[in-house]
């Protein structure tokens, strides 16, 4: 088997979703991935509260841990407002490359910036390198034992501002117990658990929205 899971999304997407049309992405997506093959996607149970979210808080500048195939980056970008900038975080080459493609289909490239690397590595230099000063909005979908260290870094490095919104995917499968913890116990977030399922499945899942208090 020559090709990637990733790269047979990207074929599915080429093939049946029109270009610079963000719905026909994610409809091709999760048509592929509910009916071909299963792939981590925040998918179509879970997107709309994603969608709900981002539109609520209108986000100027937003940030994505975890970009895999372009998924949510697309379900994000589509919403963003003319001006505003969606950067995604993705260590895996061969993942970022379809992304990038994925994007572009959607024609979403010029609200996007993806950058490869590790998260802990790259957030430390975004006020320097992007010109941020802070997150409106923060979409964790990444390893699930990098949430809780990468929103410590975000805060210790001054990116999130009181009212700056996180939303975390997968809080109950795989699950991310220690973050779950640290934002339903601290004092510096207002926390609030949407249920769901995980994408393409019956299995329960939910999204964290978690609101920075300062
Ligand atoms: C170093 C920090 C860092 N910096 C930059 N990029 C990073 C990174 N750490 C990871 N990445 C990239 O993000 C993506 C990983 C995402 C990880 N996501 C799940 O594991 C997951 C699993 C299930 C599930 C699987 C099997 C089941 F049975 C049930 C559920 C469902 C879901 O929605 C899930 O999101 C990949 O592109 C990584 O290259
Ligand atoms: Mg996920």
Redesign the pocket.
Known sequence: TGLSRPQRMLKAVQKNATKGDPQSVIAAIDYYCRHKEWA???GDDKGPILDSVVSEVNPSTALE????CGYSTVRIARLLSPGSKLIT????PA?AAVARQIIAHAGLQNKVTLVE????D?IPKIKEQFGITSFDFVFL????D?YLP?IKLLEDCGLLKKGSVLLA??VI??GTPEYLEYVRNSPRYKSQYFQSY??YTK?E?GLEKSVFLG
Not at 117 to 120: C, F, K, L, P, R
Not at 141 to 144: E, F, L, N, P, V
């Open positions: 981590m996607n925040v841990l975890g970009t895999y975080v993705e260590f895996n993942y690397g590790g998260s802990g790259l979908d990444h390893w699930k990098r990468d995917d997968n499968c795989p995980l994408e299995a899942d």
